[in-house]
């Protein structure tokens, strides 16, 4: 079992966990309060929604399971080094636990507020489909052989996969459209800070166990915070350069848009 050669890194390396956890976690309120204020989810991407929730879900059952799991943790230790540190921190499960109720309570809020003609597709209902008949299937190969490491890492995976799928629909509605009203910018700028606090943390691990398996051990984490910076900065740049917001100083409702104007973009 790895353990900590500084006393100060190990701090260092709690301290920049948590605070992407605060910034991660904070990231999907803006969208859920701008849902309330506006009593409305038009402009918020549904597919978008729908994947997260696959994705948020698939990264949570693998953190879970290599956190707790002392089976997972021995199959690790036996691949990667005895001396090697589990690369899943307390703040990861936390954050997962988290990100899974709040994207569940986003599909609520799409069930009750306005959704104008948006509507989940077919192809994402597709999507999730497959991902899950996948798991299942990597269940049924791992279960005689107890490769629990195997498995999770499918769950790893599978959260790359989706976090790659997910954000396309939205950039692509906002293209469509020329707009980015409906979609909160806030969540954006919170979860870019937290993809950056992230690979600082796993730099301040790998600095301490003079190793860099903590990026390829869990290369998931690793392509999730690429992932993500990828298309914040995309996301960013819709927001600031490509379709500004019109001033809403004469109209503070400005962007409670009608189903019409949407279909007519």
Not at 105 to 125: C, E, M, P
């Amino acid at each position: 079992m790895g353990s900590w050669n500084s006393v100060s890194l190990e701090v260092l390396y709690n301290v920049f966990g948590w605070i992407a956890f605060v910034l991660w976690s904070i990231s999907f309120y803006p969208q859920v309060v701008l849902n309330f204020r506006r009593k409305s989810v038009v402009g918020l991407n549904f597919d978008f929604v729908v994947l997260n929730l696959t994705k948020h879900s698939s990264y949570l059952i693998y953190n879970v399971s290599m956190f707790f799991s002392s089976a997972v943790q021995r199959q690790y230790h036996r691949r990667y080094g005895s001396n090697e540190m589990i690369p899943v921190a307390a703040n990861d499960v936390a954050f997962s636990t988290h990100a899974v109720a709040l994207t569940a309570f986003t599909l609520f809020q799409i069930a009750i507020y306005d959704r104008g003609n948006q509507k989940v597709s077919k192809t994402a209902i597709a999507i999730v489909t497959i991902a899950w008949l996948s798991v299942a299937v990597c269940v049924f190969v791992a279960f005689p052989k107890h490769s629990w490491l195997w498995l999770v890492s499918c769950f790893n995976t599978l959260q790359v996969v989706m976090t790659v799928i997910k954000y396309i629909p939205q950039a692509v509605m906002n293209f469509r459209r020329k707009s980015t009203i409906g979609f909160s910018i806030g969540n954006i700028l919170l979860d870019l800070f937290g993809g950056l606090t992230t690979y600082g943390q796993m730099a301040v691990q790998s600095i301490d166990q003079h190793s860099w398996v903590n990026f390829y051990g869990n290369i998931g984490k690793t392509l999730l915070s690429l992932v993500s910076i990828f298309f914040d900065i995309l996301f960013i740049v819709q927001h600031y350069v490509l379709y500004p917001s019109r001033k809403e100083v004469a109209a503070p409702d400005f962007d409670v848009e009608r189903p019409r104007d949407i279909e007519g973009r």
